[in-house]
């Protein structure tokens, strides 16, 4: 029997084969044209404004002043060299001593202060992505399932199901209540579930919420861990963008919560990470932080599948052990964001947009169901076009968070310099002044059908890092652009 | 204070409660033993030796060196420019220039006998984790993969735990100095199919951890032939493809399918890392190489839960593009990883002990079955907690590896300094010499 490209698909496992990695999903169009037609303010102004991208952008300036004062937090410097080897050989699962402080500092820092984080139970992961699955498997077994509030990131699709053959229940919230989860709509998910002989192992939240950009209040939380204290499930509670929280409410950490409940701690686990409270998505650094020992020993175990280099645990040591450093980094970054999602939503005020109130994240939830010619998906999906298309936007439609309710959108802001913010500003402004010189809503519907909806870009451009500009960055664009050399056969 | 209230216990999955990471395993007891009284020239010098530990730290002042004089790897440039632009690279196809890099290295590394495309490496955090992936990728939970026995003792839970695939050993033994044969595989193919396990690949270290040998060339070929035939991957483990004493020897199974064309090559992934022949386990450097396309792409895309630190790979793509150092590391690297295995072969057999004969790797694979009360692996154990008790060498004994055959213990001796060798060798020939006194 021949080893043909015919029989490929049958030779590669199920996992292999299956779109659990969810990269066939209409979503990835918004990407192409981004990546085909990239915005850049002398070379393209014409091009497609990345808004899809949620990073923190805004801040660099105060890393890299750290790291130019501190040369000694490499181990490649003159002043570092001399811990060179000792780093290099450590791939000890537990971590550097000094990693895990700081990291425990800067969570408990981010929680306000309210909460100790214990540095010995700080367990490591390849980023909140592998975070989030080990967390899975070690919870549940393949075909159990996790309640999962909506709208919900994306990518939980692929890190919760993909290897680890769960399932998602998505626990829908509505805008009636400004998606508050609650215990009925968490009761009735379960409910459902159980009917259809799906075994529920627990919740995973996202707090702040991605998409939303709003910070969980105390009661929704409270009742979160009361629900599953009842059910005996456990809670996951990914904390990522903790630290991009302004103004009030306040950030609270499920660990602050169940310090004042009468609560089964072994069902409380947080994940954590550093790309988008600090920005350095690409260093990998995913944190697992049980409250039950077993949970947390294994994830230990499992973490030598996607432990963080030994050379950036020990620069991250050095930077978030200087307090004086983090607290100024943490008021800054609050600050300047809040300026940011200032700017955007006053500027979408003024041309009657409304946005979801919130205070965190690197993006804002806006609210464009009026201008749907109906309340559909299909319809979101073709406004969405428009503004990759016309607007040249590139934002997030509503339904790649599996959102119920169809035309909300999410809307990135702190990947991006002040000028493409004043450029993509310009840009809605046009787009919604175009619309009003038409009569009415539903004559701004018709102008749109009528235009040719089909995406169309210019060349294509091949992934080339030296074209790489802080206005053109895509790097965690999906889409395979390296020419693979077929196999000579 | 919250009141405690009655907890019921609440399931973890199945996978979190086996057993299958395999640390309750004896060899790690070996471990518990030298954390609790590690040797120290000066400060502890009847401590326990460390000789169960594949580390290279033969060569870091070469790396050192690099660093002093290359500052452009150390930093992002004058006042940071970089920093950002490295710092948001989460982009699962890697930085081109690193990926670019390690093709070369590794093209180097065979002596520029077979060619390898940046665009099929794909990057994940350490061989670890690149040999679950694969795993993950070639076989479905419940099927088997099939691997020549004595192995690395992590692959029975790196293949296994998460992945629910079944690992059917190949039997070897000194018969033949622990060669792979036709008939071993097909015995093994014969055993998974008796326990109704579909074998999806096989998958061989070359050069071999425990034994220190290279694979020959007429072994690799009968081993792909045994994959083509049976119409399974072939996974090949080249960690230590560096640390060959002499270039020439190590045959990658790259070469052998340059020799065939490139036919039949879409079942053959091989993986790669920079823990052992750089000395940089810390770092987590591992590589998938893959000649089917299906499996790079799906591999990269599941890399997102393993991706290198970005931080990492500029610091290597830096260091590892200088042809300069790249070539001078790994000449220099054989030599002095040639003169260690020499003084410890040479002092094992003044003691009276014989070893395989070993042309690879930062280990030898000692012979100590004559000593054995009985050939069993009890005895062996017996054996082995003697050596780690009384003779205070961690050292790790052939049936943590599989070996079939009881009395092989596998020594490290790459991860220390000469002087701390030289005590190890003293102990263990008093002990030799006490014994025949006995």
């Known amino acids: 029997m021949e080893f043909t490209r015919n029989n490929n698909r049958q030779l590669l496992s199920k996992i292999a084969t299956n779109d659990r990695h969810g990269e066939n999903t209409p979503y990835f169009e918004g990407w192409k044209a981004y990546d085909s037609n990239p915005f850049h303010p002398t070379q393209n102004p014409q091009g497609v404004i990345q808004m899809g991208l949620a990073e923190n952008q805004l801040c660099f300036d105060l890393i890299e002043k750290w790291l130019l004062e501190n040369p000694d937090a490499s181990i490649c410097t003159a002043e570092g060299v001399d811990r060179f080897r000792d780093i290099a050989i450590f791939q000890d699962y537990h971590g550097l001593k000094e990693f895990r402080q700081g990291i425990a500092k800067l969570m408990g820092r981010v929680g306000g202060n309210r909460v100790k984080f214990d540095p010995n139970r700080i ?26 509030p909506s ?36 009761e009735e998910a379960y409910e459902k579930a159980q009917r259809s002989n799906i075994n529920v192992k627990g919740v995973i939240i996202a707090n702040p919420s991605n998409p939303l950009g709003t910070v969980l209040d105390k009661e929704t939380m409270r009742s979160l861990v009361s629900f599953v204290n009842d059910k005996s499930i456990h809670l996951v509670c990914d904390e990522i963008y903790a630290a991009t929280v302004f103004g009030s409410p306040r950030f609270i950490s499920i660990a602050e919560i169940i310090q004042d409940m009468d609560c089964n701690r072994d069902l409380i686990h947080i994940v954590y990470s550093l790309s988008k409270d600090m920005g350095l998505p690409g260093f990998r650094v995913g944190i697992i932080y049980s409250f039950n020992d077993d949970v947390m020993n294994c994830a230990r175990k499992m973490s030598s599948f996607g432990l963080v280099s030994s050379q950036t645990q020990f620069l991250l040591a050095a930077m978030l052990n200087d307090e004086e450093f983090v607290g100024n980094f943490l008021r800054e970054s609050s600050k300047r964001l809040a300026k940011r999602h200032h700017v955007f939503t006053k500027g979408l005020e003024r041309v009657g947009i409304s946005t979801l109130k919130s205070n965190a994240g690197l993006f804002f939830w806006m609210d464009m169901r009026p201008l749907l010619k109906e309340q559909t998906v299909q319809a979101e999906i073709e406004l969405w076009r428009v503004i990759i298309n016309k607007v040249k936007l590139n934002v997030s439609p509503g339904s790649s968070f599996q959102c119920s309710e169809p035309g909300w959108f999410r809307v990135c802001f702190a990947n991006m310099d002040d000028e493409t913010v004043q450029v993509a500003l310009e840009r809605i402004r046009e787009f919604m002044h175009q619309g009003k010189e038409e009569d009415g809503v539903s004559e701004k519907s018709k102008h749109w059908r009528k235009q040719n909806l089909r995406l169309s870009f210019s060349s294509s451009r091949l992934y080339n890092e030296s074209l790489m500009s802080p206005h053109m960055i895509s790097p965690h664009s999906p889409i395979p652009q390296s020419p693979l050399v077929r196999a000579r056969t | 204070m919250a009141i405690e209230i009655e907890k019921p216990s609440v399931g973890l999955s199945k996978v979190a409660v086996s057993e299958t990471h395999g640390e309750d395993s004896p060899y790690f007891a070996g471990w518990k033993a030298y954390d609790e009284n590690p040797y120290n020239e000066s400060s502890n010098p009847s401590g326990v030796i460390q000789m169960g530990l594949a580390e290279n730290q033969v060569s870091f002042d070469l790396l050192e060196k690099y660093l002093e004089e290359h500052s452009e790897a150390s930093s992002w440039g004058e006042g940071a420019p970089g920093f950002r632009e490295n710092a948001l690279f989460q982009d699962y196809h890697g930085l081109k220039s690193f990926r670019q890099a390690m093709a070369n290295f590794m093209e180097q590394i065979r002596g520029g006998r077979a060619k390898f495309d940046p665009d099929r490496i794909v990057l994940t955090a350490g061989a670890t984790a690149a040999n679950e992936l694969l795993t993950f990728i070639l076989a479905d939970p419940g099927d088997a993969l ?16 998460r992945t629910g695939v079944k690992i059917v050993p190949i039997h070897c033994d000194s018969s033949n100095n622990f060669q792979v044969t036709p008939e071993a595989m097909e015995a093994a193919y014969r055993c998974a199919e008796s326990m109704n396990l579909k074998v999806r690949g096989i998958l061989i270290t070359n050069p071999s951890n425990p034994l220190g040998a290279t694979i020959q060339r007429s072994v690799l070929e009968q081993i792909l032939d045994f994959a083509t035939n049976k119409n399974i991957h072939l996974v090949s483990d080249e960690i230590y493809s560096g640390s060959t004493f002499s270039s020439s020897e190590f045959i990658s199974i790259a070469e052998v399918l340059e020799t065939r064309g490139y036919k039949d090559s879409e079942r053959v992934h091989i993986v790669y890392s920079l823990s052992k022949d750089l000395g940089l386990p810390g770092f987590r450097v591992g590589t998938i190489y893959s000649y089917n396309d299906k499996v790079v792409t799906t591999a990269r895309r599941m890399s997102s839960f393993t991706l290198i630190s970005s931080q990492t790979q500029h610091l290597l793509a830096c260091m590892l593009s200088n042809k300069e150092f790249s070539e001078n590391y790994i000449k220099t690297n054989r030599e002095r990883l040639t003169w260690r295995y020499d003084m410890i072969i040479n002092g094992l057999k003044n003691a009276g002990i014989e070893c395989l004969k070993g042309n690879a790797g930062l280990f030898c694979w000692m012979n100590l079955s004559p000593l054995l009360e009985e050939p069993t692996r009890e005895s062996e154990l017996a054996l082995w907690k003697v050596i780690l008790n009384e003779v205070r060498l961690n050292i790790s004994p052939g049936s943590s590896c599989h070996c079939s055959e009881p009395g092989w213990f596998r020594v490290c001796f790459a991860n220390m300094s000469e002087q701390t060798l030289e005590v190890a060798l003293g102990r263990i020939h008093k002990f030799m010499e006490q014994r025949r006194r006995n």
Do not use: H, Q
């Open chain 2, 146 to 161: 099939l691997v020549p026995t004595p192995y690395y003792p992590g692959f029975d839970r790196d293949l296994r735990w």
């Open chain 1, 123 to 148: 367990v490591m992961s390849g980023g909140a992505t592998g975070a989030n699955e080990t967390v899975m498997f070690c919870l549940a077994d393949p075909g159990d399932a996790f309640l999962v």
């Open chain 1, 151 to 186: 709208p919900y990131y994306a990518a939980f699709s692929r890190d919760l199901r993909w290897r680890t053959g769960l399932e998602i229940v998505p626990v829908d919230c509505k805008s009636s209540n400004n998606f508050r989860i609650t215990r009925t709509a968490l």
